[in-house]
């Protein structure tokens, strides 16, 4: 697509170019960066019980208490966005940033169609976190996160994380 940029680059930048959040002159430019993403999981054709064991003891654990506590971690329709966007807000709060306006993410949703999806953690009925997930190719890019304070102990992010890496598997 872009030579010289990495997948999880070149799929930030086809979404960044899609949504007028990045001009189409930059994606000409990108072969001169040095861009990378900050960590990256390679995950070949492997049984998803060996990626499982190969995480840490803690991680598993984790995992299991998502599940045992009550979380459900569901993949969601667009009708489902204003409870990612919630989540979103409250993220942008808390670590000092401002999200995109819903539109935006309405349109990624849409735009990448299959090859897109939104993971929601829920306890009961109230959103915990959650993520939009982008695949290009044989990539998969973890692409906007968010997670509310409410229930933290109940360790949704680690079976929303979980679930996204057997989708990318």
Not at 69 to 89: Q, W
Request: net charge positive.
């Amino acid at each position: 697509l872009v030579p010289g940029v990495g997948g999880v680059v070149a799929v930030n930048l086809l979404i960044g170019c899609a949504f007028g959040a990045i001009d189409v002159s930059v994606v000409a430019a990108a072969t001169q960066w040095d861009v990378r993403p900050a960590s990256g999981l390679v995950l070949g054709p492997v049984p998803e019980e060996q990626v499982l064991m190969d995480f840490h003891q803690k991680w598993r654990y984790n995992i299991r208490i998502a599940t045992r506590k009550g979380v459900e971690c569901r993949v969601c329709g667009a009708d489902k966005l204003p409870d990612f966007y919630h989540l979103l807000k409250k993220t942008a709060d808390r670590d000092g940033f401002s999200p995109r306006p819903l539109s935006f993410y309405e349109g990624v949703l849409r735009n990448f169609g299959e090859n897109c999806r939104l993971y929601i953690c829920y306890y009961g009925e109230e959103p915990l976190s959650g993520a939009l997930c982008v695949r290009f190719g044989n990539r998969m890019n973890y692409a906007f996160g968010a997670s509310g304070d409410a229930h933290r102990e109940k360790m949704p992010n680690h079976l929303m994380q979980w679930e996204m890496i057997r989708w990318a598997i």
